[in-house]
T-cell receptor, first 111, second 112 residues
Framework: AQRVTQPEKLLSVFKGAPVELKCNYSYSGSPELFWYVQYSRQRLQLLLR??SRESIKGFTADLNKGETSFHLKKPFAQEEDSAMYYC?????????????FGSGTQLTVLP | ETGVTQSPTHLIKTRGQQVTLRCSSQSGHNTVSWYQQALGQGPQFIFQYYREEENGRGNFPPRFSGLQFPNYSSELNVNALELDDSALYLC???????????FGSGTRLTVV
């Protein structure tokens, strides 16, 4: 069974400090990993996906297959980064590609 | 380009009743998924439709059913509502899921 674990429900950092949101997964195979973000009073939106190896809004995430982790990182947090972050896993292309979400981490960036 | 729209935004139903939630997919998207998000939890996959056929289902009972129409809009139907069905129901559309899903704002269902 596939599972996504986000160990921290709440995370607070000061503006300008580095931030790391943890995500661990279990899946027998090679999944696709995503980070979704939900800002206050906005809908859930895709932040980044591991296949793209991209940096969005200064965030990056590296897939570590050995540790089955996909942690989200940003070197210098900004107040506008305050939001709920969800890590999600999907089966590889070609099959029903539903997302399995973690329970989320509420990030608060303090001034 | 329009996004994903869901209706209604809020709904209150009585236990045992039936409910239909609606979703209009983003233009060009042929895949739609429905998720249930309980308070304090991440979204949980209910089912997915691709070109009007169900092609994936999560761990939800048969009283949760759905439809996708030729214009790729979709419905989620829940029969015999239970108190635990109270949640935010999210619709998400995609071309094939590979590049991520576009989510709607959700329908908040309260069962009393």
């Amino acid at each position: 069974a596939q599972r996504v674990t986000q160990p921290e429900k709440l995370l607070s950092v000061f503006k300008g400090a580095p931030v790391e949101l943890k995500c661990n997964y279990s899946y027998s195979g090679s999944p696709e990993l995503f980070w979704y973000v939900q800002y206050s009073r906005q809908r859930l939106q895709l932040l980044l996906r591991h296949i793209s190896r991209e940096s969005i809004k200064g965030f990056t995430a590296d897939l570590n297959k050995g540790e089955t982790s996909f942690h989200l990182k940003k070197p210098f947090a900004q107040e506008e980064d305050s939001a709920m972050y969800y890590c999600a896993l999907s089966r590889p292309r070609g099959s029903a590609r539903q997302l399995t979400f973690g329970s989320g981490t509420q990030l608060t960036v303090l001034p | 380009e329009t996004g994903v729209t869901q209706s209604p935004t809020h709904l209150i139903k009585t236990r045992g009743q039936q409910v239909t939630l609606r979703c209009s997919s983003q233009s060009g998207h042929n895949t739609v998924s429905w998720y249930q998000q309980a308070l304090g939890q991440g979204p949980q996959f209910i089912f997915q439709y691709y070109r009007e056929e169900e092609n994936g289902r999560g761990n939800f009972p048969p009283r949760f059913s759905g439809l996708q129409f030729p214009n790729y809009s979709s419905e989620l139907n829940v029969n015999a509502l239970e108190l635990d069905d109270s949640a935010l129901y999210l619709c998400a559309s995609s071309t094939d899921g590979y590049y991520g899903y576009t989510f709607g704002s959700g329908t908040r269902l309260t069962v009393v």
